[in-house]
């Protein structure tokens, strides 16, 4: 397995958050993707649906490191913990500033933190399974925009994206 460390002091520490969100959208990712148009529109596009649909992609690397990697997946719950960790004494503070000084809804926060633990699980069990959705989320994150819902049926579709 690969360290979650590793992943958040390389990558996830160096993110200059939301700092590119209202600017064109310049990354290359493996998702068709809209532009919306303001911090409003990503309230109300996360909600249940787009939550719901995270779960269910989440649920799917689960289910197939249960059926492929027992082994390795026993080690689930102890790398989630060290990578919560890693996030509540780390960037999920910053987060959290940025959230209540621009009045935005406290779905957009839990929405963030739910991305990064699944891009870091998604890193972690790489050797065992290929990198997913998670992991275009969270090069949204490293371009300075933040993805905020799904536009159509999934697997088609179109990732929003502020």
């Keep these: ?69 027992r082994e390795e997946y026993r080690e689930w719950n102890n790398i989630t913990l060290e990578a919560k960790s890693l996030l509540k004494n780390g960037v999920l503070n910053e987060l ?12 957009v926060y839990e929405s963030v933190e739910w991305d990064l633990l699944t891009a870091m699980m998604e890193y972690a069990y790489s050797p065992y399974v290929k990198l997913g959705f998670h992991t275009e989320l969270f090069k949204v994150y490293e371009s300075g925009h933040i993805p905020c819902g799904w536009k159509g049926k999934w697997p088609q579709g179109s990732l929003l994206i502020f």
């Excluded at 969100?21 to 309230?43: A, P, S």
């Excluded at 959290?96 to 779905?107: A, G, M, P, R, Y």
Aim: glycine share 2%.
């Design 96 to 107: 959290s500033t940025f959230i209540q000084e621009n009045k935005l809804k406290n779905s």
């Design 1 to 69: 397995m690969k360290s979650v460390k590793e992943f958040y002091d390389e990558k996830i520490a160096k993110i200059d958050w939301f700092s590119n969100c209202g600017n064109e959208i310049n990354i290359i990712t493996n998702l068709d993707f809209i532009h919306v148009n303001k911090w409003r529109d990503v309230e109300k596009n996360i909600n249940s649906n787009w939550d719901n649909l995270k779960l269910h992609i989440r649920n799917s690397l689960t289910s197939s490191l249960h059926e492929n990697w």
